[in-house]
């Protein structure tokens, strides 16, 4: 009920910039108290008609004072969504506000979406710091890994390198052994004789 009540307004206010919706809402604000003193003219001078006037600048001033305070978040809020948009995650620096104004601008929505956005930057330095952490191990990982298949791969050529000799040891043996058993069937037939 209440969006279909408020879809007409929004859709018109949409239509300007900030500052125009805040000239219209100050307008229509003191509207009544405009009228009544163009409408009757002798109120001006009177208390009333003063009141009045003096309520018609408040209006405009407050007015004027809540588009300040919104610029001011929502430039607080652009400097914190910048530094994220463009990965520039190194700490962020304080506000050019100072802590006082920034503590008071910051009340409400325009307080809970700075300080999420802060949040967030803050989240990704720490998310970014354990990426690059977790990189630099597995870096060193790599390089403890490669060195040891460097290391393995030199003890496998000597230990094939000590094979090939104990192999061509064993062909040595075998020719000596075939001859010995040669030399022993010699002598076995020459003792028979």
């Not at 408040?58 to 305070?69: S, V």
């Not at 610029?71 to 969504?81: A, D, G, M, P, V």
């Not at 496998?156 to 022993?184: H, K, P, R, W």
Request: charged share 15%.
């Amino acid at each position: 009920m209440i969006d279909f009540l408020l879809r007409p307004g929004i859709l018109f206010s949409v239509q300007f910039r900030n500052a125009a919706r805040y000239a219209i809402s100050a307008a229509l604000f003191s509207a009544p108290a405009g009228i009544a003193l163009w409408k009757f003219p002798e109120l001006a001078l009177s208390s009333a008609g003063l009141a009045m006037g003096v309520i018609y600048l408040a209006a405009i001033y407050y007015h004027l004072c809540f588009y300040a305070g919104a610029q001011l978040s929502w430039s607080e809020i652009n400097r914190i969504t910048k530094r994220i948009d463009a990965q520039d995650l190194t700490p962020l620096p304080p506000s050019p506000l100072d802590a006082r104004m920034l503590a008071q601008v910051s009340k409400g929505q325009f307080g809970m979406m700075i300080k999420t956005l802060q949040r967030v930057h803050e989240n990704w330095r720490e998310v970014v710091g354990a990426v690059r952490a977790s990189s630099g191990a597995v870096a060193l990982s790599a390089k403890e890994i490669a060195a040891g298949n460097v290391n393995l791969s030199q003890r496998t050529e000597q230990q094939a390198s000590t094979l090939e000799e104990t192999a061509s040891g064993m062909e040595e043996l075998a020719g000596t052994v075939n001859q010995n058993a040669d030399n022993c069937k010699l002598a076995s037939d020459l003792a028979q004789n």
